[in-house]
């Protein structure tokens, strides 16, 4: 997602939910089920992206399993070796998405209507809260469904591991949002704090993505870290370049058509037929 769109889900999800609940003198609790809400949704747009993307590219990433896309420490034989079918990447996705997705909503639902937290809740406000997500959700999807085609395999992670990190900030929000909320001794308490994470949390993808991209570490980092590790700055720098190397074979790898990595993992293991005098 680009830094503009970035800006106005950011709008759409965070700004203007938070402000029409305040004007309008409507329950927290309807800010509460629409961060969840986002979250489930978020998990049915990605796995349609990924169905989609699959069907269109027919990438070798579809067949990875997320452990072997997301291990940085394996290189382009190892995650070879780990291919599957064409819904093993989809699969991993919703799966894990998919359990901390369910877990949240029962623990949020049981927050809003029965412990009455942020509440009362009406009816009305909450089938707001759930069209409102829905609604921005559809649109982001129909405007990427046109240019799946032309997603590198790469985009499409970054796009579903973006839903992934919005469950782990609903997670965190749970957590933390209780104990602010008793000690404010308001439901805001727990609102400001999941506020707060989204903010960071999008900061964090923004400046993460950055510096993923850079060839070299930042001179002061690599001093801090060679200090930390206690070992020389050259040696440091030289498994992040060893780091970076295998994390560019990988990539390619996963972009390659499917048919192209089997044929080759086919012919490596396959024995030689034996000569005949």
Same mark, same amino acid.
């Given at each position: 997602?680009?830094?503009?769109?970035?800006?106005?889900?950011?709008?759409?999800?965070?700004?203007?939910?938070?402000?029409?609940?305040?004007?309008?003198?409507?329950?927290?609790?309807?800010?509460?089920?629409?961060?969840?809400?986002?979250?489930?949704?978020?998990?049915?747009?990605?796995?349609?992206?990924?169905?989609?993307?699959?069907?269109?590219?027919?990438?070798?990433?579809?067949?990875?399993?997320?452990?072997?896309?997301?291990?940085?420490?394996?290189?382009?034989?190892?995650?070879?070796?780990?291919?599957?079918?064409?819904?093993?990447?989809?699969?991993?996705?919703?799966? @894990?998405? &998919?359990?901390?997705?369910?877990?949240?909503? =029962?623990?949020? #639902?049981? %927050?809003?209507?029965?412990?009455? $937290?942020? +509440?009362?809740?009406?009816?009305?406000?909450?089938?707001?809260?759930?069209?409102?997500?829905?609604?921005?959700?559809?649109?982001?999807?129909?405007?990427?469904?046109?240019?799946?085609?032309?997603?590198?395999?790469?985009?499409?992670?970054? @796009?579903? &591991?973006?839903?992934?990190?919005?469950?782990? =900030?609903?997670? #965190?929000? %749970?957590?933390?949002?209780?104990? $602010?909320? +008793?000690?404010?001794?308001?439901?805001?308490?727990?609102?400001?704090?999941?506020?707060?994470?989204?903010?960071?949390?999008?900061?964090?993808?923004?400046?993460?993505?950055?510096?993923?991209?850079?060839?070299?570490?930042?001179?002061?980092?690599?001093?801090?870290?060679?200090?930390?590790?206690?070992?020389?700055?050259?040696?440091?720098?030289?498994?992040?370049?060893?780091?970076?190397?295998?994390?560019?074979?990988?990539?390619?790898?996963?972009?390659?058509?499917?048919?192209?990595?089997?044929?080759?993992?086919?012919?490596?293991?396959?024995?030689?037929?034996?000569?005949?005098?």
């Amino acid at each position: 997602m680009g830094l503009l769109p970035a800006l106005a889900y950011a709008l759409l999800m965070n700004a203007i939910p938070l402000a029409e609940v305040i004007y309008h003198g409507r329950s927290p609790a309807a800010l509460l089920l629409l961060f969840w809400f986002e979250t489930v949704l978020l998990l049915v747009t990605g796995a349609i992206r990924i169905v989609v993307h699959r069907r269109a590219t027919s990438t070798t990433g579809h067949h990875a399993p997320l452990s072997a896309v997301s291990d940085h420490h394996a290189d382009a034989a190892d995650t070879v070796r780990q291919l599957g079918d064409g819904n093993t990447y989809l699969r991993g996705f919703v799966t @894990t998405t &998919g359990i901390f997705t369910v877990a949240h909503g =029962v623990f949020v #639902l049981l %927050l809003v209507f029965l412990f009455g $937290v942020g +509440g009362p809740l009406r009816w009305e406000d909450a089938r707001i809260a759930l069209a409102w997500a829905a609604g921005v959700q559809v649109v982001f999807l129909l405007a990427d469904l046109p240019h799946l085609r032309e997603w590198s395999f790469a985009r499409l992670g970054e @796009t579903c &591991g973006g839903a992934s990190i919005r469950v782990l =900030v609903t997670q #965190l929000g %749970l957590i933390l949002g209780l104990p $602010v909320a +008793g000690i404010t001794g308001s439901p805001w308490g727990m609102i400001g704090t999941f506020v707060g994470l989204r903010a960071v949390a999008d900061a964090s993808i923004a400046w993460l993505r950055g510096w993923t991209k850079r060839r070299d570490l930042p001179p002061g980092l690599a001093r801090f870290l060679a200090r930390r590790s206690r070992q020389s700055v050259e040696t440091l720098e030289a498994e992040f370049d060893a780091l970076k190397e295998r994390g560019r074979e990988v990539e390619l790898l996963l972009e390659r058509p499917i048919d192209d990595v089997l044929a080759v993992r086919r012919a490596v293991s396959s024995p030689p037929m034996p000569h005949r005098p």
